[in-house]
C-alpha cells in the first residue's frame, strides 16, 4: 500500500495507484473481443456465400456490436478507476489529539534478576512493557526506573519507539544503590507530568515490591491529590527464588545467606488501593495487561492534548462510478 498518492497530474491523484494496474485487462479484452470478431468473420466465410450471407446477417449490426462492446469496456474502466480511489484537491480539517500521561516505574533492583519468572522477572516485566505500550495509542508515556534512587529514562512522549528504545537499556546495574526507593520513583514521575492538562494521569509500578520505603503510602496520598492514579504490576511469586548473580553465584544478605526474594503482594495491593489504582499480578501472556488497561487505564478521563491542521485529499470515487453507471446504462441500450 502506497501512504502517499501517485501524482497523475497536478490535481489528479490516486490513493491506491498499483490497483491501476488492473486497467491492464482493458486492452487484454479489446485484444481479445478483435480476436473473437476475426474468428467469428472467418466461420461464417466457409458457411456460406457473400449473396447468402447478407440474407443471413440482414438487421445485424457489427457497428452496433463494436460500439455497444465499447461503452461496456468504459463502464469496466470507470469501476476500475474507483477501486484505485481517485482524489482531486484538498480540505482543511482539525484533529484534536487525546489521550493520557502514563508513567512506566520500573524496578531495576538486584531481585528483579530473580527467576521465578523465566528468563528473569526484569526479562518478563520489559515483555509486559511493550504489550502495555502496544495498548497506548494516542497517550503520552516516559519511562522511570527506581532501585534506592530513581532516574528518568525517557520523558513524556508520543514516540512510543523512544521509550521502547529506553527499556530495552534497562538493567541491574544502572542504579548502584540497592532498595526499592517507590516514594523517589514518584517524585519523579510528578515532576515528569509537569503541570496538569486537565485530564488523568497515571503512574504504573512494575517491581516485586521488596524493601519499600517507610514513606511509600505518604507519597502515593500525594499523588492521588495530584490527580494522578497509582497501578501496581507484581513482578515475581509468593514462593520466591534465589537471586542468581553472573558466574553462578547467588546474592546473600550481611550474615552470607542466600537471599531468598518473594513478591510482596499485600504492600502492592496497599499502593494500588491508596492510589486510586488497581493491582495485577504478572503471569504468563498478554491477559494480565489487557485485564489492567480495560479495568483500570481504559475507564481514566483522557485530556486534549494539542490540535493539528492537516490538508486531506477529497475522494472522487462517486465521478468514477457514476461515469461506470452511465456507460453500462447506454451500452444496454445499444442494441446490436
Known sequence: MFAVPFLLADALAFAHPERLWLLLVLPALALLFGWAERQSARR????????????????????????????????LGCLLLAIARPQWGFDRQEIKRRGLDIILAFD??????ANDLEPTRLARAKLASQDLLALCQGDRVGLVAFAGRAFLMAPLTIDHGA????????????????????AEAIDLSLEAFGKGEGSDRAIIFLTDGEELEADALAKTRAAREANVHVFCIGVGSAEGSLIPLPGGAFVRDRSGQMVRSRLDEDRLRQVASTGGGTYVRL???????????????????????????????VDRFQWAIGAGVLFLAAGLLVSE
Not at 466457409?46 to 463502464?75: D, E, I, N, T
Open 44 to 75: 461464417l466465410a466457409g458457411l456460406a456465400s457473400p449473396r447468402l450471407r447478407g440474407q443471413l446477417l440482414r438487421g445485424a449490426s457489427p457497428g452496433r456490436r463494436r460500439v455497444r462492446f465499447g461503452l461496456m469496456l468504459a463502464a
Open 108 to 113: 531495576v533492583s538486584k531481585s528483579m534478576l
Open 163 to 182: 521509550v521502547l528504545n529506553s527499556l530495552a537499556e534497562l538493567d541491574t546495574d544502572i542504579i548502584p544503590r540497592g532498595g526499592t526507593n517507590l
Open 283 to 313: 503471569g504468563s501472556g498478554p491477559r494480565v495487561i489487557e485485564d489492567l488497561w480495560r479495568d483500570g487505564l481504559a475507564k481514566l478521563q483522557a485530556g486534549e492534548k494539542e490540535t493539528q491542521t492537516t490538508m486531506r485529499a
